[in-house]
T-cell receptor, first 113, second 111 residues
């Protein structure tokens, strides 16, 4: 199993550009999450999905959109990037039963100039 | 989910036990205590979790007080590779509940 993978690993954008971050998991997990982590801070939840075709807002959803068209993929979109979105983005997934643990991807480091 | 309080940083000598405390005084009866760690800028890694009994696995031990208002993560023989930020998280019994991260404790293992 590859676990949770994220594409790309690094990206530099100019203000106003758009991009999509891809999260893929091969563990047949039901639930998937997108977090962002700013320097010196813990992770904050952006959006999450409790199953294929469903999405929900987390703590800091503004400026982001998500889609879960396939169970194994969870996409995070930035329609018009802003410098405040410079961060490291982590994806996570969990099977969804009881106290199952979350598995995290390696992260995507995004810089918006 | 209940909030947690952790010291911002700790040091530990290599080979000694690292004891990381966590306060969660508002924890409710059906909430679990989870510990994750984040090495450098990698994705967080699961360590251990428990409800009220002490737990041990190949990575660490978790000691939860009888009143469940605090807990301690123990790394029995810390190595330099254990240098990381350690997060204590309280979470309900539901696999889909997102983890809520605080700032954690930055553990530095010193040679």
């Amino acid at each position: 199993n590859a676990g949770v993978t994220q594409t790309p690993k690094f990206r530099v954008l100019k203000t106003g550009q758009s991009m999509t971050l891809l999260c893929a998991q091969d563990m047949n997990h039901e639930y998937m999450y997108w977090y962002r982590q700013d320097p010196g801070m813990g992770l904050r939840l952006i959006h999450y999905s409790v199953g294929e075709g469903t999405t929900a807002k987390g703590e800091v959803p503004d400026g982001y959109n998500v889609s879960r068209l396939k169970k194994q993929n969870f996409l995070l979109g930035l329609e018009s990037a802003a410098p405040s979105q410079t961060s490291v983005y982590f994806c996570a997934s969990v099977r969804g039963l009881g106290t199952d643990t979350q598995y995290f991807g390696p992260g995507t480091r995004l810089t918006v100039l | 989910d209940a909030k947690t309080t952790q010291p911002p940083s700790m040091d530990c000598a290599e080979g000694r036990a690292a004891n990381l405390p966590c306060n969660h005084s508002t924890i409710s009866g059906n909430e679990y205590v989870y510990w994750y760690r984040q090495i450098h800028s990698q994705g967080p890694q699961y360590i251990i979790h428990g409800l009220k009994n002490n737990e041990t696995n190949e990575m660490a031990s978790l000691i939860i007080t009888e009143d469940r208002k605090s807990s301690t993560l123990i790394l029995p023989h810390a190595t330099l590779r254990d240098t990381a930020v350690y997060y204590c998280i309280v979470r309900g019994y539901s696999g889909n509940t997102p983890l809520v991260f605080g700032k954690g404790t930055r553990l530095s293992v010193i040679a």
